[in-house]
C-alpha cells in the first residue's frame, strides 16, 4: 500500500496514519515528525528548519523532497509507505510523481480529509504532545489523568510552539494557499479519497480504511 494523506493540520492525518499503519504495516513516515526530532536533536537539519517550524512557516521544498527520498530508501519501506504531511505544495507533488516512477511504484490513493477551519483551530490550539515519547493529548477531547504528565511513558506534555493561536491561523492560511493545489492534482488523477474527519477516531478510520482498500 502507498497512500499520501493531506489535509489541513489538525484533520488527524497523524493519527488515521498510525492507524493504517496499524492495519496495513507499512511505515507511517511523517515529515513533521521527521523535521521535529532533527531539531530536538540539534542536528545541522534540525538548526536549519528550526525557525520554519517554530513559525509554522513551510520548510523549503529542496530540504523536505531530500528527506523523503533518503527515508524511502529504507528497507522498511519497500512494500509500502503512508506519507503523512508531504507533499505540502504542487512541486513537492510532482516531486513525489517522479521519485515513485523512478521506483517503478505507482500510489493507490490520497486520502483528504476534511474538517471545517473552526474545529481544526479548537483541535490544535487544546493539542499537547509527550516530549519524550511524543504521545498525543488533548485538553478537552483526550486529556491526560495527571494534567501535564504523559499517561504512557510520565514524559513532560507541552505546547507546540506552532499550535499556539496565532500560529495555527498562519498554519491555515499557508495550508490554503500551498496545499490547495496539491488536492486538485491527486483530484486530477483520479487518487483522492475524500473522508469526512468529524467524528471518532474510529469511525474517521472506518471512511478512510473503505477508501483505500
Ligand atoms: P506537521 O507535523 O505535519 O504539522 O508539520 C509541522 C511543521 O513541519 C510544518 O508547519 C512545517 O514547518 C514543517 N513541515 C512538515 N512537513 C512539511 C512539508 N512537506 N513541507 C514543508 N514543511 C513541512
Redesign the pocket.
Known amino acids: 500500500m502507498r497512500v499520501v494523506m493531506v489535509g489541513p493540520?489538525g484533520a488527524g492525518?497523524?493519527t488515521q496514519a498510525k492507524l493504517l499503519n496499524e492495519r496495513f504495516g507499512v511505515p507511517h513516515v511523517?515529515?513533521?515528525?521527521i523535521?521535529?526530532d532533527a531539531q530536538r536533536a540539534g542536528t545541522p537539519l534540525g538548526l536549519e528548519?528550526q525557525r520554519?517550524?517554530e513559525e509554522?512557516?513551510?520548510?523549503?521544498?529542496k530540504v523536505?523532497i531530500g528527506i523523503v527520498g533518503e527515508r524511502l530508501k529504507d528497507p522498511d519501506c519497500r512494500p509500502g509507505y503512508i506519507l503523512?504531511?508531504?507533499?505540502?505544495?504542487l512541486a513537492?507533488a510532482q516531486a513525489l510523481d517522479e521519485l515513485m516512477a523512478n521506483r517503478g511504484e505507482r500510489l493507490d490513493a490520497a486520502v483528504f480529509i476534511v474538517v471545517p477551519q473552526q474545529e481544526l483551530v479548537r483541535r490544535l490550539s487544546g493539542r499537547r504532545v509527550c516530549r519524550a515519547c511524543g504521545g498525543m493529548y488533548h485538553v478537552l477531547f483526550d486529556p491526560p489523568t495527571i494534567p501535564g504528565t504523559c499517561g504512557r511513558c510520565g514524559g513532560e506534555l507541552y505546547q507546540r510552539e506552532?499550535d499556539r493561536e496565532d500560529t495555527i491561523r498562519h498554519?491555515l492560511e499557508i495550508y490554503a494557499c500551498e496545499t490547495g493545489p496539491v488536492v486538485e492534482h491527486y483530484r486530477a488523477a483520479g487518487l483522492l479519497r475524500e473522508a469526512d474527519g468529524v467524528g471518532t477516531r474510529e469511525e474517521v478510520f472506518g471512511r478512510i480504511a473503505a477508501g483505500v482498500q
Open positions: 493540520p492525518k497523524g511523517s515529515t513533521g515528525d523535521l521535529r528548519v520554519f517550524l509554522g512557516r513551510l520548510v523549503p521544498d523536505v503523512d504531511g508531504f507533499p505540502r505544495t513537492q506552532d498554519r
